[in-house]
């Protein structure tokens, strides 16, 4: 079967999870997970159906935030957030989504970003290009890090793990020093999609959770852009973290990232 047949299914697939996901808003938590996050009833709810009608569709294994599922190192396998932005889901906000990649034996190949309640649905195959709500988008071009939109993770200065909290508040400033356009959406998954759309000029992500990263990396790679770890190293399912940029304002976001140095020296 060929990436835009399952794109094609997995899309349906989707669009019915997203009755849900839109009648469950601000949904009570369901399960308490690791440190502050948390899963809605919703959550486990689509991820239940999704993984059941995905792997009936197209006969392809599903990993998922939630339950886990096929191994991620499999040749062919769906990588499932049922909901990116839990937080926001949950307190009422928008900006919350449901991302669906497909790996190749290890290589985003295609994704799938529903955001449910602005109506809006990117998917694209390796290759491109982008389809934003079923009609094509043209790459993303060469942007200017001054007179773009950056997104970047939510963090307490405080914290003290692979990327400190005063590691991301430097990141934070010197970004600032060149950009007065920061945003701090809380669901990574729409901010990588946005790069993939030109809404965003970048979007940098401290987290290493492959169901927030999967999707949003086939997207970008498909619009022309570029995604790497935060060392400027080709983005896989093992990194650390992730940066997805359009061309130019990669490379500019890297010089900010070499000049603040690396993340032990904030322990």
């Not at 990574?188 to 492959?210: E, K, L, P, R």
């Not at 997207?219 to 935060?230: E, H, K, Q, S, Y």
């Amino acid at each position: 079967m060929d990436l835009d047949t399952l794109v094609a299914q997995a899309a349906a697939i989707l669009d019915d999870a997203s009755k849900p996901f839109i009648a469950g808003h601000r949904a009570d938590s369901a399960v308490q997970k690791k440190g502050n996050d948390f899963a809605t009833e919703v959550d486990l709810a689509i991820e239940r159906q999704v993984v059941q009608a995905l792997e009936a569709t197209t006969g392809i294994g599903v990993h998922g935030e939630e339950f886990g599922g096929a191994p991620i190192d499999s040749p062919l396998v769906w990588v499932l957030d049922p909901i990116d932005g839990t937080f926001n889901y949950a307190a009422g906000s928008p900006m919350a989504a449901i991302l669906l990649g497909l790996l190749r034996d290890g290589e985003p190949v295609a994704g799938l970003t529903w955001l449910p309640f602005t109506d809006q649905r990117y998917t694209a195959v390796a290759g491109g290009p982008v389809y934003y709500n079923g009609e094509a988008q043209p790459p993303i071009g060469h942007g200017e890090i001054g007179q773009c939109v950056i997104g970047i993770g939510t963090f307490n200065v405080d914290w003290r793990g692979r990327f400190p909290g005063r590691y991301r508040l430097a990141v934070l400033e010197n970004l600032s020093r060149v950009c007065s356009k920061l945003r701090m959406h809380g669901a990574t998954g729409v901010d990588i999609a946005y790069v993939s759309s030109g809404i965003m000029g970048a979007a940098i992500s401290f987290g290493d959770h492959i169901w927030d990263h999967a999707a949003g990396v086939a997207l970008v790679r498909a619009a022309g852009g570029i995604v790497t770890d935060l060392t400027g190293e080709n983005w896989t399912p093992s990194s650390r973290a992730a940066l997805a940029a359009a061309p130019g304002v990669h490379g500019h976001v890297m010089e900010i990232l070499d000049r603040v140095g690396p993340p032990e020296n904030y322990l």
